[in-house]
């Protein structure tokens, strides 16, 4: 309204007809961007809308690679200077004047690029009581400049026991009697770059077992013939075999 001196004052109402159901708003936080090293980086949201109200908060959050400063990190626009050779992931969120939340994502990536692999951690090695279940934990593995993607765990020595979760970053099994077990973590991130670890995990009492020494089947050959001994197929039940020392007991020295 305007008094008679020109001053104006302004207010609004609000009708709503019931039943009411507020419709979500709709996040766009803009199209994956690639950028120079030290560009200025302008993150807009402003393509954000609520068909059925106002949005009244926007939140930038960076969720990959190497950290930036943000700034106006609250508001519909915000920017970065872009660090050298990364790619960097900010999410948005919205929220409407109903309470209703939104989000979206976007990509930066800074050319030129060069990914960087991720870095495995398989955890502390462990000695576990018979009969307990085992945690295996790889979540301080990273990738510095990007996501791990898959988590893959295998067993390596020991008796076979069962994973559960194998393909997450912490799955757990139940410790056998008497073993000592060795597990591999491969990491891969978005990229497909791949790295690993390895954790050992002991019986709280370990009796070591004596490995198995199998030299293979008895031969018949012809003089003159180069003969292969193989004892391959030796095996150690709760371990490895660290080395291998063949030596003549009978017939002419060869």
Known sequence: MVSDTNEVATDRVVIRTDPYTN??????????QTVATGDLVQLDATASSDADGTIIKYRWHQSRGPNVQLIDSQTAVSSFQAPPNAELAFSLKIEDNAGAVATDSIVIRVEPYTNQPPVADAGVDQTVAAGETVQLDGSASNDADGVIVRYIWTQNRGPSVVLQDSRTATPSFTMPANAE???TLTVID?????????????????????PIANAGPDLIVIEGEMVQLDGSTSSDPDGEISRFIWWQRSGPTV
């Not at 419709?23 to 994956?32: F, K």
């Open 181 to 183: 077990l060795a597990f």
């Open 23 to 32: 419709i979500l708003p709709q996040a766009d936080a803009g199209i994956d």
């Open 190 to 210: 978005e990229s497909g770059a791949v790295t690993r670890d390895g954790v050992l995990v002991r019986s709280a009492v370990n009796n070591n077992q004596p």
